[in-house]
């Protein structure tokens, strides 16, 4: 018995002192990173896409959150395949598909091709996120390294943040919209040869079958409840969001059920009596829903209302980024020397308090007040986000840490989709309300009304566009500062939450 032992935890030990695992995470964040700076350069484009595609408001957002809805459909299956296959050749294969149909994103010629585009960088994607923190949580086996890695991991995703806007600005500024999405192709093509050398291969050792009876069930069931949410958000309670929202329950019903019935499940439900575990993914879904609504809308107001160059609105979007990687590096530190309770609530908190100054946003609002919210938008997120990240993985068997990850993504993804679903559609319907000038023609009026970019473009040939233009951005900042203050309720409440589940929570527990 001693002498079977004795090897594996010299095996692990020698793990923990291998250097090579800080270069393999330097890889790792580049998969990070190739995820962020897509996510932050849609915004800055979709006032060019949307005058070049010319879709309706609906398709707008559907552009922005069809990646979100399938991502978040198919995470926790794409975490659950790397646990089987391996999480470094998931991860692999993923990024070599995640450059590559970036390149149909940067073509996309219709709004119903740019919708199938993001969709299908959603199914890429959502190898990507689940498989970089599985990775970690077999590479650092210290709570501490684990701790630091994290926050790098989660640093990083900011650093995406604050690139993807300056370096999207940038190429708007010199080339067309699409140059945005073939940012991504030097960086896939740095993580996959790089990564072929540096990465370790991990699985679980007794993995079971991958049962596709629960992909499809998973896959229907999220998208199912977010499309039903979204309808009902845009259109009110009609039978077809009834119709979708019923059948997504139904499928993730029988989800669960089978998850609890199989030997090996796909995921281990059980996971969930955890109350840390379900604490931090329900303080990630609520902290995304609450401000995802505001950040799709942030470029545009940037931009269309306040008459930023692109370059110009994504230096201003760098404050959030900036605080988000400071806070993402010092959470692990004060997490241990606090409690891990006190800083996710804060965070969640001064996210909260944040997102109220902006009720006060109107076109002439200058960016001291800004920038200032933003900052502390930033500090708050990357306490709690990095807090979270290591609570999920710190409370589940090494063997599950794809699936878990892949809940802490879904909660994250789930929350985006239903953020933009949601807050997206409150401002885009009190958007829709507004009332044209008198003598607008009916044409240029019902452009108008679809986008604010829309009104932009439509209101080019008028003699005089000021008045369509005024009323136009005055609904569309109304808009926003209304979800602003239901994202800072969100969060609020959020904060109360971890307050409450994460007590007693430390780093570096373990089921």
Do not use: C
């Not at 018995?1 to 964040?29: C, H, N, Y």
């Amino acid at each position: 018995m001693t002498s079977t032992v004795r090897p594996t935890f010299t095996a692990e030990a020698e793990a923990e002192q291998r250097p090579g695992r800080w270069l393999a995470l330097a890889v790792l964040v580049l998969a990070v990173l190739l995820v962020a700076v897509d996510a932050t350069v849609l915004g800055l484009a979709t006032p060019y896409i949307s005058e070049d595609l010319k879709p309706s408001g609906t398709q707008l957002l559907w552009i922005g959150d069809v990646y979100s809805f399938v991502i978040a459909g198919l995470l926790v299956s794409m975490g659950s395949l790397g646990d089987r296959v391996g999480r470094k050749k998931l991860l692999l294969i993923g990024s070599v598909a995640f450059g590559l149909i970036s390149v149909l994103n940067a073509y996309a010629s219709t709004p119903e091709l740019m919708i199938v585009a993001r969709a299908l960088l959603g199914v890429a994607g959502a190898t990507l996120m689940p498989a970089t923190l599985a990775l970690i949580r077999n590479l650092f086996h210290d709570p501490r390294e684990r701790s630091l890695a994290i926050g790098i991991w989660g640093a990083t995703a900011s650093a995406g943040t604050a690139v993807g806007p300056v370096v999207g600005g940038f190429l708007l500024e010199h080339f067309w919209w699409g140059s945005v999405f073939l940012i991504n192709l030097p960086v896939m093509a740095v993580l996959v040869l790089v990564g072929v050398k540096l990465l370790p291969e991990s699985r679980n050792p007794e993995p079971g079958p991958w049962d596709l009876m629960s992909v499809v069930l998973s896959l229907v069931g999220m998208i199912g409840i977010v499309y039903g949410i979204k309808e009902a958000a845009s259109h009110g309670p009609t039978a077809t969001a009834g119709a979708a929202a019923l059948l997504g329950a139904v499928a993730l019903f029988g989800f669960v059920r089978r998850q609890l019935a199989l030997p090996v499940p796909l995921l281990d439900m059980r996971l969930f009596r955890h109350r840390g575990f379900s604490g931090a993914v329900l303080a990630d879904l609520l902290t995304i829903l609450g401000l995802s609504g505001l950040v799709f809308f942030l470029s545009q107001f940037l931009q269309l209302v306040q008459g930023r160059g692109p370059l110009e609105a994504g230096l201003a979007e760098l404050p959030a980024a900036l605080g988000a990687v400071a806070a993402g590096l010092a959470a692990g530190t004060l997490a241990r020397r606090y409690s891990v309770r006190a800083v996710a609530a804060g965070g969640l908190a001064a996210i909260g308090l944040a997102l109220g100054v902006l009720t006060l946003l109107s076109e002439s609002t200058g960016y001291p007040l800004l920038g200032g919210a933003l900052l502390v938008v930033g500090v708050g997120a990357g306490f709690s986000f990095t807090v979270t990240a290591d609570v999920i993985l710190s409370s589940v068997p090494k063997e599950q840490a794809g699936a878990a990850s892949a809940v802490s993504e879904t909660a994250y993804e789930l929350g985006a989709a239903l953020g933009i679903a949601l807050l997206g559609s409150i401002v885009t319907g009190v958007y829709a309300g507004f009332t044209a000038p008198p003598g607008t023609p009916p044409e240029v009026a019902s452009a108008a009304h679809e986008s604010l970019g829309g009104a932009v473009e439509a209101s080019a040939g008028l003699p005089d566009a000021e008045p369509l233009l005024d009323a136009a951005r005055t609904a569309f900042v109304d808009g926003i500062a209304l979800a602003a203050g239901l994202g800072a309720a969100v969060l609020l409440a959020a904060s109360v939450a971890a307050w409450v589940l994460l007590r007693g929570q430390k780093l570096g527990d373990g089921i």
